[in-house]
């Protein structure tokens, strides 16, 4: 079943960040109106940071050990189009800290980041692209107006 294009807008929620994604493709994020082609890393009070070149293999403890000062409820990590799980060697900073890693597909993680963020949740999300994203043709974008099924 195909998705019909619908229009978002977003406003702060009363309880929750002030950034949202709304829409996303196999080589691109596009949060609070701004389009991304690299992988970010997006917190839900400040926004997004630029992670140009990481890939899901790339990533490594240190990236997550970024997150520890602000200590975040649990971190994301959208590993482009299919799932992966990291090991734990680069999951165990926020493990030792007792928050909760989840790896899913980048869409699932898009549309997880905005659910916990609407609801005032201390959310990181790690949006990654596939290796060979950048290369392949361009889909038609997912526009996020409500929670959906992949």
């Not at 950034?19 to 994020?29: E, L, P, Q």
């Not at 990481?54 to 000062?69: F, I, K, T, V």
Request: aromatic share 6%; net charge neutral; charged share 15%.
């Amino acid at each position: 079943m195909a998705l019909s294009p619908v229009s978002t807008s977003f406003t702060a929620q009363p309880n929750g960040g002030a950034f949202g994604i709304n829409a996303y493709g196999s080589d691109f994020v596009e949060v609070n109106g701004a389009r991304f082609n690299a992988s970010l890393l997006l917190r839900s009070d400040i926004g997004p940071t630029e992670l140009s070149g990481l890939s899901p293999e790339g990533l490594q403890a240190r990236h997550l050990e970024m997150l520890a000062q602000w200590s975040p409820e649990i971190v994301l990590v959208g590993t482009g189009s299919r799932q992966r799980f990291l090991s734990p060697l680069v999951m165990a900073p926020m493990l030792r800290l007792r928050i909760g890693v989840e790896c899913m597909t980048l869409a699932a993680a898009c549309r997880t980041f905005n659910l916990l963020a609407s609801e005032g949740r201390r959310t990181a999300a790690f949006l990654l692209f596939d290796r060979l994203a950048a290369s392949a043709p361009a889909a038609e974008p997912t526009l996020i107006s409500s929670l959906h099924k992949d």
